[in-house]
């Protein structure tokens, strides 16, 4: 056997077509940096443990439809993202009705036209999201507009909490991907990111 490195390109085209040693290869490769980059900003070992995890769980599992042209940026961007969702979930889940927001101090500010786009807007996303699986949709729907927690959503459909979490994370990329515009991507920042 060579002593030659295997490069990052060769250990994911190997990793595409199915190959277990060097999927591990690539785990041994990167995991403690992503564990230190995780550990710095979620100061919890387990927590950040668990990000590495989804991270690699996710990069296994969509194996055949990723493309990925550089291996560390690729990880690096999907550490920040699992640090991201774990941080924004430590939060408490703030509702928002129409009500509560004080936008009548805005200057402009016309009610009538922000409901009209606020339903516009709703309306394009169930566009978006039917092209997914239907228990994706499912679970988006439960987790963002019934504000039901991922352990609450994996007990009543009788999943794991992980799948929950990979399947939430599935949707929103995908709304990414089809909301290119600006301000679009604003209004549902603020409404399913923060």
């Known amino acids: 056997m060579h002593n030659t490195p295997v490069s990052d390109p060769e250990l994911w085209l190997a990793v595409r077509n199915d190959d277990e ?17 995780a550990l710095r900003y979620l100061k919890d070992r387990e927590q950040s443990e668990e990000a590495v995890h989804d991270v690699f769980l996710n990069i296994w599992e969509r194996r055949g439809q990723l493309e990925i042209e ?73 987790s963002r507009m019934d504000n039901l927690s991922n352990q609450e959503i994996a007990g009543r459909l009788g999943i794991s909490k992980r799948t929950v979490e990979n399947q939430i994370t599935m949707a929103l ?5 089809c909301f290119k515009q600006v301000s679009t991507i604003l209004c549902l920042y603020y409404m399913f990111f923060k």
Request: hydrophobic share 40%; charged share 25%.
């Open 21 to 37: 040693h060097a999927f591990a290869m690539l785990f041994d490769r990167y995991w403690v940096r992503l564990y230190k980059t």
């Open 70 to 142: 550089s291996v560390p940026n690729f990880l690096l961007s999907a550490i920040r993202y699992q640090v991201y969702n774990r941080m924004r979930a430590a939060k408490p889940p703030v509702t928002l009705e129409l009500g509560d927001l004080e936008m009548s101090n805005l200057p402009d500010y016309n009610q009538g036209d922000f409901r009209i786009k606020n339903q516009e807007l709703l309306q394009e996303l169930s566009q978006y999201l039917e092209k997914l699986p239907k228990r994706c949709q499912e679970i988006f729907y439960m």
């Open 173 to 177: 990329k995908h709304l990414r991907t």
